[in-house]
Structure formats: structure tokens, C-alpha cells
């Protein structure tokens, strides 16, 4: 993770933006107190909003968990997006 002191961040906020969205990752503000921040994009955000509900819901993970090791082992399906279902 890109950690950067609050100084350089605010200086060059418009800078500091684009690199966490163009980086994909998120960036710790450093501040002298220890006191620090995280700077994330909206989409990571969603991102994990979005899988912490999912997890949330034990039938939900555990079908997350088995699709995955289904994947993992080579068991995938394709589906033809022409034919319908």
C-alpha cells in the first residue's frame, strides 16, 4: 500500500486522487499525530461494500466458497451468450 504524508496530499490532492484511482489501490495518509487515514477510490469502496454483504450471509459464502474451488480445480462452465437458457 502507497503511504504518503498529509503535507504532499493536500498540496497535490487533484494528483494524490488520480494515482489511488489510475493505481487501483488504496493510500494511507500519513499524519504526524499517528492519527492516520486511508484514501480509497469509489469503486474499491463498492468493491467492498459489496463482497463484505455477500459474505455476510452464511449460504452465500459458502456457495462463494465451493464455486471458487470448483474454478480452482478446473470446473468451469461456459455459457454461450446467443443461446438462451
Known amino acids: 500500500m502507497i503511504a504518503k504524508n498529509i503535507r504532499n496530499a493536500v498540496e497535490n490532492f487533484d494528483k494524490t486522487c488520480d494515482d489511488v484511482i489510475q493505481n487501483c489501490e488504496p ?7 499517528g ?10 469502496y463498492d468493491n ?9 450471509n452464511e449460504a452465500n459464502y459458502a456457495h462463494l466458497l465451493k464455486s ?17 437458457l
Open 48 to 56: 467492498l461494500c459489496e463482497n463484505l454483504y455477500l459474505c455476510q
Open 27 to 33: 493510500m494511507i495518509i500519513t499524519r504526524d499525530n
Open 35 to 44: 492519527a492516520n487515514v486511508v484514501l480509497i477510490s469509489q469503486t474499491e
Open 68 to 84: 471458487m474451488a470448483e474454478a480452482e480445480a478446473g470446473r468451469l462452465t461456459f455459457l454461450d451468450p446467443h443461446k438462451q
